[in-house]
Nanobody, 120 residues
Framework: QVRVVESGGGLVQAGGSLRLSCAAS????????MAWYRQAPGKQRELVAT???????NYADSVKGRFTISGDNAKNTVYLQMNSLKPEDTAVYFC??????????????WGQGTQVTVSS
């Protein structure tokens, strides 16, 4: 079983910065990718950024140039540095971890989410 825990959310003024962390733990064979999603009230969950174990990175157009995703493979941890935050970035941010378990079956696990609120 894979446990995913996010941290680092909070309240910040527009233009400010926050850094989110996500750590995966438990019994698994490997992690292939980690990603950040967000869900604002009344909206669907959307992909924010992804990073693969090989270092390939992708961003949603809405956060390019403002957010930076990075990972530490040794710690099974991914970070999301969020700069120049806007009120429209307000959402619950979720971490998703994909990989192979010890039976080599694929898995994708979600964290519980962390609230990010940007005030204008």
């Amino acid at each position: 079983q894979v446990r995913v825990v996010e941290s680092g959310g909070g309240l910040v003024q527009a233009g400010g910065s926050l850094r989110l962390s996500c750590a995966a733990s438990g019994s698994f064979f490997s992690i292939s990718a980690m990603a950040w999603y967000r869900q604002a009230p009344g909206k669907q969950r959307e992909l924010v950024a992804t990073i693969t174990s090989g270092g390939r990175i992708n961003y949603a157009d809405s956060v390019k140039g403002r957010f930076t995703i990075s990972g530490d493979n040794a710690k099974n941890t991914v970070y999301l540095q969020m700069n120049s935050l806007k009120p429209e970035d307000t959402a619950v941010y979720f971490c998703n971890v994909a990989g192979r378990d010890r039976n080599y079956y694929s898995f994708a696990s979600w964290g519980q989410g962390t609230q990010v609120t940007v005030s204008s």
